[in-house]
């Protein structure tokens, strides 16, 4: 398979699909009607530190993060909104709305993320006896707790209806993507037929989060919680720009150990990527004919 360099997320009842400084969200309104916008990326913190390694990683998890609450936000007011023109009073007022939105879920997000893979394994650590001054004893513990509470919570929220919805958007978004870089027609018919999982995915980037921080942990050798946490958070651009250098390799090498590093990501993707039905791939598809030229793409990666 070619690297083709399009990614994207799935959206509330949509998919966005991302090509280097554009991005096109393709969702579905509440009639069913099909929606589909582009846009421009204005501004992007890795965007100086892209050919940067172990340095760009942070950056990009950080434009993910932007990007993905933004996405979100304005696939939900496509799915919601009327087929009637705004006035631009409250185009404004929306607009502002959902600013403020995006800055509050951001927020509430990283603090609970952080408290439950951070605070609570090393909290939890701490209760096993006997282990105070045995660092890398504890590291692992955390770790093995940190992996439990990420499977865990991936498996609860795989249970919710409305999140299972956007699990199949995700495997539409996989499916897409991959039927682009097995140089196969991009219709419906040939998408469905392809794997719904993909190495270059955010679930597999979150595993491998989580495994470095693991590492990570073996070096941290302080006994006060609140110094623990502290010193995690530091690292947390080193363990990222970490993980994302080892996903971008997965997405362009095919090589055994390769394959076998990205294995435990595949089997995750399990709980988070769900099968579409075909509306579900159609909007997958209008989004990547947005903003990516794939059949001239096929025609310079597979020379006949």
């Not at 992007?44 to 760009?56: G, M, Q, S, T």
């Not at 996903?247 to 294995?263: E, H, I, K, M």
């Not at 595949?266 to 997958?284: G, N, Y």
Request: net charge positive; glycine share 6%.
């Amino acid at each position: 398979m070619k690297y083709s360099g399009i990614g994207g997320q799935a959206v509330i009842e949509g998919v966005m699909m991302r090509n280097h400084d554009r991005y096109a969200l393709a969702c579905r309104r509440e009639s069913g009607e099909l929606v589909v916008r582009e846009h421009e990326v204005k501004r992007e913190l890795a965007k100086p530190f892209r050919k940067i390694p172990f340095v760009r990683g942070f950056f990009a998890f950080l434009d993910s993060l932007v990007m993905g609450v933004k996405v979100l936000n304005e696939s939900s007011d496509i799915y919601l909104e009327e087929e009637t023109a705004d006035n631009n009073e409250s185009e404004t007022k929306r607009g502002i709305s959902a600013s403020l939105v995006t800055v509050l879920s951001m927020a509430l997000g990283l603090v609970l993320a952080f408290a439950l893979f951070t605070v609570l394994p090393s909290a939890l650590a701490g209760f096993v006896p006997g282990i105070r001054h045995h660092y890398t004893i504890r590291a692992i513990i955390e770790g093995a707790v940190r992996v439990l509470i990420f499977i865990g919570y991936l498996w609860l929220i795989s249970r919710m209806k409305d999140v299972q919805r956007v699990f199949c958007y995700h495997g539409a978004e996989h499916k897409s993507i991959n039927c682009v870089e097995a140089n196969l027609p991009l219709d419906v018919e040939h998408v469905r037929g392809c794997p719904k999982a993909h190495r270059r995915c955010g679930t597999s980037f979150l595993f491998f989060v989580v495994i470095v921080s693991v590492i990570v942990g073996v070096f941290i050798r302080v006994d006060t919680l609140w110094l623990r946490v502290l010193i995690r958070l530091l690292l947390l651009p080193v363990v990222s720009g970490i993980s994302y250098e080892i996903l971008r390799l997965a997405g362009r090498s095919d090589a055994r150990w390769v394959r076998a590093l990205s294995a435990p990501g595949l089997f995750l993707q399990r709980l988070t990527v769900k099968e579409p039905d075909d509306q579900m791939i159609e909007a997958a598809i209008a989004s990547v004919e947005a903003v990516f030229d794939w059949r001239s793409w096929q025609k310079e990666s597979f020379p006949s």
